[in-house]
């Protein structure tokens, strides 16, 4: 079970975060989303199209650049916090950041997540979580926020590593407060990893998921992608579906993606071959869904 403000939250399928980027330095939606109606019209589309939680983000994760000041963020984020609880009040939450103040500002706007990338690098965070019951996502990673770390050499054992960086961490995150139902876990794909380290890791996913938490899976368009495909962010499309559907053969993670369409669409085709969803048996397809429509 998944604790957010009051509302109990059962993980028993695959959930869907879509993405909204409201940072022009965006790896992979750079520009596309910086006014408010492109901001406004990309929410409604992603619920329309069913995600489950809306991550929204004001700072990019992208490496090498410098942090930008939490009054800008709290000015980039907070209103479409406001305007998602609103305007779709049956959507969960989340807002990508580690920053004391930015957390402070949505969660008294409502937010239901906080989804820290830092590993806690700030534990007040946690105490502000704990203060209304919201959702924390903790990450693993070695690196500071906005720092690029990739070397073979950085781990004897990547996933021994994460996992024991988890379990430190929910307990360091329940020392401040946050109840163990509040917790999602995250293990950090290309965080302070190189493409091959990320590899390991999910390979052996099974042992976050025995720590007893729903998982955080950001797989969407990642570099372990680009290193597997040799494509750039805005062409990993496939390949994230193909993670996706991979993962969501074993239920009860949230699937963090840009295309909440299609996640929907790959999630659904797994359940019914795992079972888990059905067709009747009377049931024939549609002559609207056969064909094509013919142009205008």
């Known amino acids: ?18 993405v909204v980027n409201a940072s022009p330095e965006s790896f992979s939606d750079a520009g596309r989303y910086d006014s408010w109606d492109a901001q406004r019209s990309l929410i409604d589309s992603l619920v329309e199209s069913g995600a489950d939680v809306l991550d929204v983000g004001g700072q990019s994760a992208i490496t090498n650049q410098p942090e930008i000041d939490a009054a800008l963020e709290v ?103 946050v109840d163990r139902d509040c917790l999602i876990l995250d293990p950090g794909p290309d965080f302070a990893k190189t493409p091959r380290q990320t590899l390991d890791v999910l390979r052996n996913v099974e042992r976050f998921r025995a720590l007893g938490r729903p998982l955080l899976l950001a797989l969407s368009r990642k570099d372990f992608l680009g290193a597997i495909t040799g494509r750039t962010p805005r062409g990993r499309g496939p390949a994230t579906d193909a993670a996706l559907a991979f993962f969501a053969w074993t239920p009860g993670a949230i699937v963090r993606v840009h295309d909440v369409r299609a996640a929907r669409d790959v999630i659904a085709v797994v359940d019914a071959l795992a079972g888990r969803l059905d067709i009747p048996h009377d049931y024939l397809l549609p002559d609207e869904l056969r064909h094509e429509p013919r142009d205008a």
């Not at 079970?1 to 879509?18: I, K, P, Q, W």
Request: proline share 5%; glycine share 6%; charged share 20%.
């Open 75 to 177: 000015e980039r984020v907070l209103p479409i916090v406001e305007w998602i609880r609103s305007t779709h009040p049956g959507v969960l939450v989340s807002v990508d950041t580690y920053k004391p103040p930015v957390v402070s500002a949505v969660l008294e706007a409502g937010a239901h997540i906080i989804n820290d990338v830092s590993g806690l690098l700030y534990p007040e965070v946690a105490d502000m979580c704990a203060a209304v019951d919201a959702g924390l996502v903790v990450m693993h990673t070695k690196a500071r926020p906005k720092q690029r770390m990739q070397s073979v050499d950085l781990y004897s054992d990547v996933v021994t590593e994460v996992e024991d960086f988890l379990v430190d961490m929910m307990q360091r995150a329940q020392a401040h407060g």
């Open 1 to 18: 079970m998944l604790r957010l403000r009051g509302r109990n939250l059962v993980v028993e399928s695959t959930l869907v975060m879509g």
